[in-house]
């Protein structure tokens, strides 16, 4: 996908806006708020520099900053829901991919993409 500029790298430069926010954020986010993981952080920090979305299936980290820097937030769930109903993949390729996600302990929040897709399907 990066081949195809579908994604681009972009490095977080110290004494940059994406920097400061990403050191805040690892170090001593205030507000109440609890440190969180450097990819997180990454994350909000070049979306919210960049006009981004946020994709992370960590809402205990995410969800807060992503309401309070009023970012757009995905999931791997809601990717692949899109992905189902623009027929990129069928339910069944979907399934596959889950199970090897959670083969790989990935949190996604349903034992399979068909329980996932009949709770969180917009039709």
């Known amino acids: 996908m990066i081949n195809n500029k579908q994604f681009i790298k972009k490095a977080i430069m ?10 805040k954020l690892t170090t ?36 807060a900053y992503t309401q309070e820097l009023t970012l757009k937030h995905t999931t791997t769930g809601m990717i692949m829901v899109e992905a189902f109903h623009q027929q990129f993949i069928s339910e069944t390729e979907g399934n596959s991919i889950w199970a090897s996600m959670l083969q790989k302990k990935r949190k996604l929040g349903a034992l399979t993409f068909s329980d996932y897709l009949s709770c969180h399907s917009h039709s």
């Open 14 to 23: 110290v004494g940059t806006d994406e920097y400061e926010l990403y050191d």
């Open 28 to 63: 001593q986010p205030g507000n109440n708020h609890t440190i969180i993981g450097k990819g997180e952080a990454a994350a909000i920090a070049l979306a919210k520099t960049n006009g981004g979305i946020v994709a992370s299936n960590n809402l205990s980290d995410v969800l």
